[in-house]
């Protein structure tokens, strides 16, 4: 990794890679870092959260938590490992069962099938 600064650093000096393209590089490959550090520990943080009347989402360390009352949404279908939540206003919303630990997908699976009628029996694969 030193050898490869040292290398764009030489280059720099030599006046054959722009500046700011080394720069654009350098912040893109440290905010990818970020986000698959982010992706591998999902699992630690609050995915889902299921409260009384609404869903609330986790998108990311900068974004607020993404909210969807249970009123709002039109039809739960299961394909393959995702939960498809389809809206009233014909948006739609995944819920990733790989980020849930195997007991949430069973109360999760409980929840739906208590409250939006949501048939685990039929999975679309």
Partial sequence: MLSL???????????KINPLIVLIVCVFFIVSVGKAV?????TEKDYLRVE?????FYRGSVLPRK????????????VN???????????????YLDWLAEKDVDDL????????????KRTIT
């Fill in 5 to 15: 600064v040292l290398l764009v650093y030489e280059s720099m000096l030599n006046e």
């Fill in 81 to 95: 490992d995702v939960i498809l939540l389809k809206l009233v206003k014909g948006s739609e919303k995944e819920i």
């Fill in 109 to 120: 699976k409980k929840v739906l099938a208590q409250r939006v009628n949501f048939d685990s």
């Fill in 67 to 78: 909210i969807i009352p249970l009123h709002l949404v039109k039809q739960v279908t299961q």
């Fill in 52 to 56: 009384d009347e609404r869903f609330s």
């Fill in 38 to 42: 982010e992706y591998f520990r999902m």
